[in-house]
């Protein structure tokens, strides 16, 4: 059986709620669509965390981001989230107006862009 997989939501963590809408809106251009407490009780059960953390989500029609506002660290590793923007001068415009640096990183005859948010979660941005 072939399953029609899709990509519904991809879930972060950020220490501070401002630089998230920072990040989100102001940067990747992203909407507010809503914002829920996870309890303790669900907290403890699903990430093994027991304290009751906000969630906010940003999103567009192609684009969720569930945003989990905790001052549990993030652990350093491969993980990252590639996304696609329409034009990288800009982008990288909004980054540095934000505080956030882009970093860039040559590989054969292509240069990869890669930033860091504010709890250093790390994005890869590809242009369309």
């Known amino acids: 059986?072939?399953?029609?997989?899709?990509?519904?939501?991809?879930a972060l963590q950020q220490v501070d709620r401002k630089k998230a809408?920072?990040?989100?809106?102001?940067?990747?251009g992203l909407e507010l669509v809503k914002t829920?407490?996870?309890?303790?009780?669900l907290?403890?059960?699903?990430?093994g965390i027991s304290e009751p953390v906000e969630a906010v989500v940003y999103g567009?029609?192609?684009?969720?981001f569930e945003i989990f506002?905790?001052?549990?660290?993030?652990i350093p590793g491969f993980c990252h989230t590639c996304i696609e923007i329409n034009n990288k001068e800009d982008f990288i415009k909004r980054c540095k107006e934000n505080n956030i640096e882009p970093f860039?990183?040559?590989?054969?005859?292509r240069t990869l862009i890669f930033v860091k948010d504010f709890s250093k979660n790390l994005f890869e941005i590809k242009e369309k």
């Open 1 to 10: 059986m072939k399953e029609d997989t899709k990509l519904q939501h991809i």
């Open 60 to 64: 567009n029609e192609q684009t969720h």
């Open 104 to 109: 860039f990183i040559k590989k054969d005859d």
């Open 36 to 41: 829920f407490t996870l309890d303790r009780r």
């Open 43 to 47: 907290s403890k059960e699903i990430f």
């Open 69 to 74: 506002i905790t001052k549990t660290k993030n």
């Open 21 to 28: 809408d920072i990040f989100f809106k102001k940067i990747l």
